[in-house]
């Protein structure tokens, strides 16, 4: 009675440590998944090798990730979502395409710090060509892809009043811009090697291209 008294009576974690452990544990299946699948290829890597490495069990792994796509995509997903913050965050003046390629120049600024705090950026970069050379996660990543371009659609709208369900130029524009952003990774990939710095010069050269490839005349 003594024991179930005095347990009662301790105060419960702080809540802030208790985000941090689970942050800690998070960032940690992500470091070991990519790990794994960057030494033994994402095929032959099972979510139990996933939570050995980890040293937590296999249900802790599904209480932070689905499946092993999700875990296999989290930076990703991360950098995604500093993307859309970061678009958010531009001048509400600035016109549509300015305004994406100014969010994507802010994401490449802010991301290393996103992506280090959870694992090496070597190790980030290598992702890429996994995604690009693995049929189930490239489809994951496109399907991915496919909602941060609907997201984006409509915060540009937003940001210009239109009614995304009448007007289609948030939808076209963003199609575009997201073809230009996958010409790239593919190219990038294609390389093989190449940091973060690679990846956004090239970005850059090729958003560049996006505004003359729609509007000027190419055999003038």
């Known amino acids: 009675m003594h024991a179930i008294e005095g347990a009662a009576a301790r105060p419960a974690a702080p809540s802030g440590l208790r985000e941090r452990k689970k942050r800690r544990t998070r960032d940690t299946l992500i470091r070991s998944a990519l790990e794994l699948f960057a030494r033994k290829g994402y095929e032959r890597?099972?979510?139990?090798?996933?939570?050995?490495?980890?040293?937590?069990?296999?249900?802790?792994?599904?209480?932070?990730?689905?499946?092993?796509?999700?875990?296999?995509?989290?930076?990703?997903t991360a950098v995604d979502a500093l993307f859309l913050a970061t678009l958010r965050s531009r001048p509400a003046a600035e016109a549509p395409l300015p305004a994406l390629r100014g969010a994507v120049l802010g994401t490449w600024d802010g991301a290393r710090a996103v992506i280090e705090a959870v694992v090496p950026l070597e190790l980030h970069m290598r992702m890429y060509q996994l995604i690009e050379s693995t049929p189930q996660l490239l489809a994951a990543r496109l399907r991915a892809l496919s909602e941060v371009e609907e997201r984006l659609a409509l915060e540009i709208a937003r940001r210009e009043g239109l009614d995304p369900h009448a007007d289609p130029r948030p939808h076209v524009l963003v199609a575009a811009f997201g073809g230009v952003m996958r010409v790239t990774t593919r190219a990038w990939g294609e390389r093989g090697e190449g940091g973060l710095d690679d990846l956004r010069e090239l970005t850059v050269a090729y958003l560049d291209q996006l505004g003359p490839a729609l509007a000027e005349n190419w055999r003038a």
Do not use: G, H
């Open 45 to 76: 890597t099972t979510v139990d090798e996933i939570a050995e490495a980890a040293e937590v069990s296999q249900r802790t792994f599904f209480r932070y990730f689905a499946n092993k796509e999700e875990v296999a995509l989290a930076m990703q």
